[in-house]
């Protein structure tokens, strides 16, 4: 059974910052790429970060660079999303995300969502 559970999604001032956690199940947690993506009301889904098993080939989206920090906790099967800084348009529902080269993103977390106002 896959589990992707995300929490840590809230209100948050502009300007403010927020942790995002997303706990996954171990027999998908290794040799596997950890991302988030996001969507905002009315748009189309954005992939806003990603972080392969070993901790390299890290990804951000010129939106969020310099602002997010992805990393994950290799024993505690955790990847994390660090917001500082957040504008409005940040606001989204932020989705955990696992996968590898040859199938894609194949599995998703429920979402969380994060207000910035």
């Known amino acids: 059974h896959v589990q992707l559970v995300e929490s840590g999604g809230g209100l948050v001032q502009p300007g403010g910052a927020l942790r995002l956690s997303c706990v996954v199940s171990?027999?998908?947690?290794?040799?596997?790429?950890m991302g988030w993506f996001r969507q905002a009301p009315g748009k189309g889904l954005e992939c806003v970060s990603s972080?392969?098993?070993?901790?390299?080939?890290?990804y951000y989206a010129d939106s969020v660079k310099g602002r997010f920090t992805i990393s994950r906790d290799n024993a505690k099967n955790t990847v994390y999303l660090q917001l500082n800084s957040t504008k409005t348009e940040d606001t989204a529902v932020y989705y955990c995300?696992?996968?590898?080269?040859?199938?894609?993103?194949?599995?998703w977390g429920q979402g969380t969502q994060v207000t910035v106002s």
């Open positions: 171990r027999w998908i947690w290794m040799n596997r790429c």
């Open positions: 995300v696992n996968g590898a080269s040859d199938v894609g993103y194949n599995y």
């Open positions: 972080i392969y098993s070993d901790g390299s080939s890290i």
